[in-house]
């Protein structure tokens, strides 16, 4: 459901065999809440699971973000494991944001198999391609213990009041990027190093280079690191469980190249750090690595099938 100051497809976020409507996830049973065998010693039972129904997190999450002044112009909804695992995405826009070239997006996961916390993190994807990025700076994650009806609007309000310095960051992340050439060789290196911080699978590699030598969009044919980093958010595309963790992943190889230092308590303190500050290292060469000549160690928990 999108409305016209929507420019984002979260169709292609989500993968569109994936998108549902809301009455769907609405329409999902929530399963009780299940207690420890042990009783407490004045005989009664302690609650050990405390599952939440996904479409409660969606009416709490659209509740901040309206008391905050956002707009939600776009949605997209999926289901999986017959309902179990939700993830939706909510595209919004702010006053302070009406000039931006690039967009928010909140995304939601609950689930009810136990197999991950009620979650919400955020990210932003340029208005040209829709490549989005999430990130970890921005999120939380509520186990389903006894508190979390308590506790459930306070860490939705907190993280989402995260997001004005999480913009004033990317901002100058991306400006960053934009002024910091680039030649293959040094692209090459980077896409290794990024394999090896865990930012790709070892499968993709090629795919970003093929990005990066000829993108699909004209607006990142520029030679420099942002149009570096647009060719790792496209190959992106598909997997949205993964994307925090490859996201920052991704930030702290090529922060660290361009020097730019993203102080998230203090924004207006962040700064590009001299390019001669940073510690040189030898290139990394694409064929050595495409030989098997090179390893990275990469968190197992990385590129695991996406669970929807």
């Known amino acids: 459901m999108s409305n016209s100051k929507s420019k984002i497809d979260l169709r292609i976020c989500g993968g569109e065999h994936k998108v549902v409507d809301l009455d769907q996830v609405k329409s999902v049973n929530t399963p009780e809440k299940e207690y420890r065998k042990e009783r407490n010693q004045d005989g009664s039972l302690s609650v050990s699971y405390q599952p939440i129904s996904h479409d409660l997190l969606i009416d709490k999450t659209r509740s901040h973000l309206k008391q905050g002044g956002f707009e939600v112009v776009n ?3 999926n289901l999986a494991r017959g309902g179990k695992r939700y993830f939706g995405l909510f595209e919004v826009t702010h006053p302070t944001r009406e000039n931006s070239e690039r967009g ?5 996961r609950n689930a009810h198999d136990k197999c991950f916390p009620a979650g919400l993190c955020a990210g932003d994807a340029p208005f040209v391609c829709d490549n989005l990025i999430f990130t970890n700076t921005v999120k939380l994650a509520r186990r389903h213990t006894k508190n979390i009806f308590a506790e459930l609007d306070q860490v939705i309000a907190r993280t989402l009041g995260k997001l004005f310095t999480f913009w004033g960051g990317q901002d100058q992340r991306i400006e960053s990027y934009k002024q910091f050439e680039l030649g293959n060789a040094q692209v090459n290196d980077l896409v290794i190093r990024s394999y090896q911080a865990g930012a790709i699978p070892k499968t993709k ?3 970003v280079v093929d990005q990066w030598e000829k993108s699909d969009h004209p607006e990142f044919w520029d030679r420099n690191m942002n149009s ?3 060719a790792f958010t496209e190959v992106y595309k598909g997997n949205l469980v993964a994307l925090p963790n490859r996201s920052d992943a991704l930030h702290s190889v090529l922060d660290s190249e361009v020097g730019f230092d993203f102080n998230f308590d203090q924004v207006e303190e962040a700064e590009l750090v001299p390019v001669e500050a940073v510690e040189e290292a030898p290139l990394l060469q694409l064929e050595d690595f495409v030989a098997g ?3 990275g160690e990469v968190p197992a928990d990385i590129y695991e099938d996406d669970p929807f």
Not at 104 to 108: S, Y
């Open 205 to 207: 590699v090629t795919d």
């Open 293 to 295: 000549n090179i390893n």
């Open 75 to 77: 949605e997209a909804h």
């Open 104 to 108: 928010t997006v909140i995304g939601l």
């Open 228 to 230: 570096l980093y647009n």
